[in-house]
Every structure is written in C-alpha cells, then in structure tokens.
C-alpha cells in the first residue's frame, strides 16, 4: 500500500507533482470512507451524512413550497398568460436549482440534498414542459397525445443534470422517466390500458406489459454496467447502479409474478420467480434488488391472492429473508464457487 510518506517522497523525487499527489490521496480517502465501518460483503447505502443534510433539505422544500405559492397567488390575482408565466417562472427556478446543485452537490458533496435538488429540478422540469407545452384539455379527455414530447423533454433536462453533478438518485429517475414516456406512446398508439393490472399482464391486449419487462431488463443492464465496472463499492458508478436497481426489480418481478399468477393462480409459481430472484440477488450481491422485488411480491399477494394464501406467503418471505440475512456471504460464497463460469473478477468479492 502507498502511505502518505511515499506521496510525499514522490513529489520530492519529481515523480508526480504536489497536486497529483493530493488527488491521489483525495482519492485513497473517499475510497477507504466508503467501506469504512461496513462489514465484508456489506452493501453501502447512504442518504445523509448528518442532520445538517435534513436541515437543508427542509429548507429546500420551504423554499420550493414558497416559490409554488407565490406563482399560485400571482396566477390567481394578476392578468397573465398562463403559459408564458409557467415557461418564465420554471426556467428562472431552474437557474436556481443549478446554482444551488453547483455549490451543495459540486463543491459540498452533501448527499441528502443532492437527492432533493435532483427531485426538484426534475419536477420543476417536468411542470414547465408539460404546463408549457401539453394540452390540459386534451390529456382531461385521456387524450395523451400532447404528452411524451414535453416529458421526453424533461428527461433530456434530467439527464443534463446528471452529465453535469453525477447525483445516482437521478439515474433513477431518468430510468423512470423513460418508462413513462414509453407507456405514454404505447398509449397514444394503442389506446389507454383498461386496468392498472394491464401494465404488467403479459396475457393482457396491449403492449404494456412487453414494454415494462424489457424496459426492467434494459435497466437491470445498465445498472450490473454499472456494478461491474466497481465491484469493491467504493465510487459513484455503484451508487448509480443501486438506484437503477431499485427500478428494474419491481418492473421485472411485477411483470413475471402478477403474469404467472393470473395464467395459474397458484403460491408456488411465485415463490419461484422470488427464488430465481433471491439468486440474482446473491450473485451480483445487490439485497437492494431483492428488496424491491420483495416489496412488490408482498403488495401482489394482498391484491392477487386470498388472505390466507397471502400471510403463509408472507411468512415464508419473512423466514427467508432473516436466513438470507444472517447467512449471506456464506450461501454468496458457495454459489460463486459452484459457478466458476461467471466473471468473478467483475463481481463483489466474497470471504
């Protein structure tokens, strides 16, 4: 290991000038805190750093909450063009909101504000696309035609934002947004779905189903781009693919499950799909991705299966989840082992 002495005997040396050397340490930092404290083979996840994140979060949002009202209240009493006065107020608060993410997220690299400002930007984005550009009258008839237009708009804005500040909630979120902008051209083509339970039956008449599960495997890929490209944790690129991963199981999962469950009905059948999960889980060691597919096979079994069917199943994923827990490594170990084929140089390493 290079010790800060041997940094230091470089740049007397000539070998590397004094600010190579503090950005190699800089970096040897960031990436001995990102472990720092987590046990090996844990999952590093962060929202904050201290309360002094929280404090400026709220901030943000009565900052945000005051700008609304006060554009609500001039709206209501003064004579103005709505649409000029939704496209001039967005892009003033979005000249803001990047001179803000310039100076919490670029230069304090706080965390918890990063997430907020990334919402916000996205949000602002999105209001004065939309209230700029769709037709209110139009989408009030489910006429969504004037949509995806402004919301692809708000995507590329999104995606911006991300080029420029790096914030791995946003990667979500532009994930998400592409969703919504497909399912807004599938129904503008196909007619809007006639239940909720369309979006993710493969049985179902319409595309909306197909598009939820490839969209899930088009982010599942990019988000293991991501993790193989840090597999010790310890950079943004793996945050990135922790977010991207809390997209792609429930659009995966949600897709498979509720399809198996309406062809056949039956316990087992799911039980299998969160099993064949519960091992992609473990191999690319992401609990986050297991998470999310959990999550949303427990809400299925409520909506999709009887009560009791429901609390059995919910009691065997409690069990497995505790097993899973307290036996990860050990059980990540041995299936890596039993698949000396996959690219275990690209992968976590396991004790």
Known sequence: MIERDDLRAGVAAGIVTERQAAALAALADSRRGAREGL?????????????????????????AAGWIGMNAVTMATEVVNYRTQVITMAGVAAVVLWLLSEYFVRRRRMVAPAIALSVLFAGNAGAGFIGGFAQPFMVAQEDFSSLPWPVVLTTLALALFWLRFRVPFAMAMIAVGLFVVAMLLAATSAGSPESFD????????????????????????????????????????????????????????????????????????????LAFFALVAIVIDR????????????????????????????????????????FWEAIRARLLRAMPFLPHDRLPPST
């Open 287 to 326: 609990r986050s991705f297991l998470i999310a597919a959990i999550g949303y096979v427990v809400t299925l079994s409520f909506t999709v299966l009887g009560e009791d069917s429901a609390a059995t199943t919910i009691v065997a994923l409690g069990a497995v989840l505790l097993l899973l827990g307290a």
């Open 198 to 273: 369309d979006l993710f039956l493969l049985s179902a008449g319409g595309p909306f189903a197909w598009i939820t599960l490839a969209l899930g495997l088009l982010v599942f890929v990019a988000a293991m781009w991501f993790d193989t490209s840090d597999p010790h944790r310890v950079t943004r690129r793996s945050a990135n693919g922790f977010w991207l991963h809390l997209v792609a199981a429930p659009a995966l999962v949600n897709t498979l499950a509720l399809s198996l469950l309406e062809t056949d009905g039956s316990t087992p059948l799911l039980l299998i799909v």
């Open 39 to 63: 046990s090996p083979g844990d999952e590093p996840f962060e929202l904050f750093k201290g309360f002094n994140e929280i404090f400026i979060v709220i901030g943000l949002l009565i900052l």
